[in-house]
């Protein structure tokens, strides 16, 4: 059974970047036809999709994230990253990682506070 895993700092400064790592277990990030996404809510709001990295390592992202968010992989770690710089209070949220086939990780808090 695949199974996900969001790790990172749960405290991020404000211009600094946000870094986060999913780690896959159950099932390979480079199975065909899978993509690996990352999604936030923040406090009080809905869900938002922030990008995707695909299989084969393509990579799409949220139009309004686009200029600060990247999304990579280890491939022999079986882990996806996300990077989302020159953070604000207003990037504080719960973090998910979630592949596309629904399954999702518990999701991790992280505030962006001074």
């Known amino acids: 059974q695949v199974q996900l895993q969001e790790s990172g700092p749960g405290l991020v400064k404000p211009s600094q970047t946000l870094s986060l790592t999913c780690t896959v277990s159950?099932?390979?990030?480079?199975?065909?036809?899978?993509?690996w996404s990352w999604i936030r809510q923040p406090p009080g709001k809905g869900l938002e999709w922030m990008g995707v990295?695909?299989?084969?390592?393509?990579?799409y992202y949220s139009p309004s994230l686009k200029s600060r968010t990247s999304i990579s992989r280890d491939t022999s770690k079986n882990q996806f990253s996300l990077q989302l710089s020159s953070v604000t209070p207003e990037d504080t949220a719960v973090y998910y990682c979630?592949?596309?086939?629904?399954?999702w990780g518990q999701g991790t808090q992280v505030t962006v506070a001074s």
């Open positions: 159950g099932g390979s990030i480079t199975t065909s036809g899978y993509a």
């Open positions: 979630a592949s596309d086939v629904g399954l």
């Open positions: 990295i695909v299989y084969d390592g393509g990579t």
